[in-house]
């Protein structure tokens, strides 16, 4: 087992933890939003406003659909994540980059990514 995963995985924990004390309310902070939004924003890692809409993004691209309202869309973060992760499990023709089976991301940017996208 690699640090990552094992990293990884205290962090599902703390977050399982979490939404069973918080009765299923968000416990992403703050940080992992605004890192996760640097990470989500950067041309160079995810890019992910050359393709989707994203509040707060400048000159988005349209190739994709607008990311809004996503705790209604994905009211599990993990379904959220494994398309972040590798759309291709969903849509075997998907144009998005698999960003974490690719490791176009780490699993950590992965993670706040998708704290960041879950917020929208
Ligand atoms: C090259 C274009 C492209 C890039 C870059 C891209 N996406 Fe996508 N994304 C798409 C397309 C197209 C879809 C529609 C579903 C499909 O074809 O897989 C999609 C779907 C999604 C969905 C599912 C939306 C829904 O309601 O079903 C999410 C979430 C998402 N993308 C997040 C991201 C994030 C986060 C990034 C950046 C890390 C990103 N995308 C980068 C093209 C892209």
């Known amino acids: ?3 990552k ?20 309310m ?5 940080d992992a939003i605004s890192d996760g939004k640097k990470v989500a924003f ?13 509040a707060g993004g400048s000159l988005p691209g349209n190739i994709g659909p607008p990311l809004i ?3 209604a869309r994905f009211p ?3 379904d959220l994540r494994a398309q972040i992760w590798d759309p291709t499990v969903k849509n075997p023709n998907s144009i998005m980059p698999p960003f974490g089976k690719h490791a176009v991301l780490t699993e950590e940017e992965v993670d ?9």
């Open 1 to 3: 087992m690699s640090m």
């Open 112 to 120: 706040l990514v998708t704290e960041f996208i879950h917020s929208l």
């Open 26 to 30: 968000s416990v992403a902070s703050a």
């Open 76 to 78: 599990n973060k993990a």
């Open 5 to 24: 995963q094992i990293i990884s995985g205290a962090l599902s924990l703390a977050l399982l933890c979490g939404i069973s004390l918080f009765g299923g």
């Open 42 to 54: 950067d041309r160079k890692k995810g890019n992910c406003l050359a393709c989707h809409m994203i």
């Open 69 to 71: 309202a996503m705790k």
